[in-house]
């Protein structure tokens, strides 16, 4: 922990920003989780405007 900590910090700081970096992975975890369950609620739609869209650009 010392090592980790060096000389210009402290254990404390160190335990501070290894919960600080932890927390901020679970909040960017749980907000991918969330796009991904919209993604795939979507994906027939989304699929649907992508073929719609390809389809034009084969007449023009």
Same mark, same amino acid.
């Given at each position: 922990?010392?090592?980790? /900590?060096?000389?210009? +910090?402290n254990? +404390? !700081?160190?335990?501070?920003?290894?919960?600080?970096?932890?927390?901020? /992975? !679970?909040?960017? +975890? /749980?907000?991918?989780?969330?796009?991904?369950?919209?993604?795939?609620?979507?994906?027939?739609?989304?699929?649907? =405007?992508?073929? =719609? /869209?390809?389809?034009?650009? %084969? %007449?023009?």
């Open positions: 922990m010392d090592r980790l /900590a060096g000389k210009a +910090s254990r +404390s !700081r160190v335990i501070e920003q290894a919960i600080e970096a932890y927390a901020a /992975a !679970r909040v960017r +975890s /749980a907000r991918d989780a969330r796009d991904l369950e919209v993604i795939n609620r979507r994906a027939d739609d989304l699929n649907r =405007e992508v073929a =719609e /869209a390809l389809a034009f650009q %084969e %007449e023009v």
